[in-house]
């Protein structure tokens, strides 16, 4: 099984700041892609499904390139409540999750 | 909201001891999940169960792995003979559905931490 490849971070940034994490996946074969976030010891809870023509929800914008296997997440104007690792992660074919190591934000004030 | 809930929240075993952990899942729910995350590192897939028996596991669910759905709420993993790498957060998940669309969504428990002495 192949694997999704995150940047760990940690991104420090200002609030309000507007930040921006990748991810690559290097199965061809995905058919499903999401962002879950995690909190320090705390269970991954899904922030949201990434769509092939792209979504956005409220401040979080998520794109989705097949071409290039390539994922994005954009967070605008973060709030210090933003702070989290953000999980990539991927449905191959079956029903197993294959996650990234994630991306570690940190919105100081 | 309904929410996947796991017992016990720590378990800590002696090494070559058995260990259960429990977990309910939503209750409309289909689909079972565990996946474990040692400290550090990332979020691994052991198993899923569908219609009381496994549909997908991984490598690392090897024969000291089993699951069962001993009644129409629990869903268990029992880990036998524990090692020292067992040490984890092993955390249940549930779905609705799989094969895409918001129906494959998997909410995750909060987790047992498993130390293995």
């Known amino acids: 099984r192949k694997e999704v490849e995150q940047d760990p971070g940690p991104f420090n940034v200002p609030e309000g700041a507007t930040v921006a994490f990748n991810c690559t996946y290097s199965?061809?074969?995905?058919?499903?892609f999401f962002w879950y976030r995690q909190d320090c010891r705390k269970e991954p809870k899904l922030l949201m499904s990434?769509?092939?023509s792209g979504n956005e929800d409220g401040r979080f914008t998520a794109q989705l390139n097949r071409a290039s296997q390539y994922i994005s997440l954009l967070i605008r104007d973060s709030k210090l409540s933003d702070s989290a690792t953000y999980l990539c992660?991927?449905?191959?074919?079956?029903?197993?999750?294959?996650f990234g190591k994630g991306t570690t934000l940190s919105v100081s004030s | 909201e309904p929410e996947v809930t796991q017992t016990p929240s720590h378990q800590v075993t002696q090494m070559g001891q058995e260990v259960i952990l429990r977990c309910v899942p939503i209750?409309?729910?289909?689909?079972f999940y565990w996946y474990r995350q040692i400290l550090g590192q990332k979020v691994e897939f052991l198993v899923s169960?569908?219609?009381?028996?496994?549909?997908?596991k991984s490598e690392i669910f090897d024969d000291q792995f089993s699951v069962e759905r001993p009644d129409g709420s629990n869903f268990t993993l029992k880990i036998r003979s524990t090692k020292l790498e067992d040490s984890a957060m092993y955390f249940c998940?549930?779905?609705?559905?799989?094969?895409?669309?918001?129906?494959?969504?998997?909410?995750f428990g909060p987790g047992t931490r498993l130390l293995v002495l």
């Open positions: 209750s409309n729910h289909l689909y």
């Open positions: 998940a549930s779905s609705e559905g799989s094969g895409g669309g918001d129906q494959e969504t998997q909410y």
């Open positions: 169960f569908y219609n009381n028996e496994i549909s997908e």
């Open positions: 990434v769509y092939s």
């Open positions: 199965n061809s074969a995905s058919q499903s």
């Open positions: 992660v991927v449905n191959q074919a079956g029903t197993a999750l294959i």
